[in-house]
């Protein structure tokens, strides 16, 4: 079930439901196709790191400046910029890909004689 972190609820939210329907239709077709693909959607509307619009599925997205902002992109010409008031939700961090500290194993201790 989305939230309100979710980028199609936000989208629709913010006037951006065409954006919110064209992720939803390429998540239909993988659904169809038998695929669990899972995608951050934020990421999409960032676009790459270089500045350029990132095409999923054969549908390019537009860069949000202030999505692009929040992954901490520089700020790219001909980016989407969000009028006074519309903030984009603050990134949830996720356990999953935390960093993780790394087990020490016991050394093996020498035999005795």
């Known amino acids: 079930m989305p939230n309100e972190t979710d980028a199609r609820v936000w989208l629709r ?3 951006f439901s065409k ?3 064209a992720i939803d239709e390429i998540m239909r077709t993988w659904r169809e196709r038998g695929l669990k693909t899972r995608r951050n959607w934020w990421e999409a509307l960032a676009g790459t790191p270089k500045g350029a619009p990132m095409t999923v599925e054969g549908t390019v997205f537009p860069i949000i400046a202030a999505v692009r902002e929040r992954r901490g992109l520089p700020p790219v010409d001909g980016a989407i910029e ?5 903030t984009v939700p603050e990134q949830v961090p996720q356990a999953r890909w935390a960093k993780k500290r790394r087990r020490r194993t016991a050394k093996p201790k020498p035999k005795a004689e």
Request: hydrophobic share 45%.
């Open 13 to 15: 939210a913010n006037g």
């Open 19 to 21: 954006l919110a329907d």
């Open 82 to 86: 969000l009028p006074p008031g519309v």
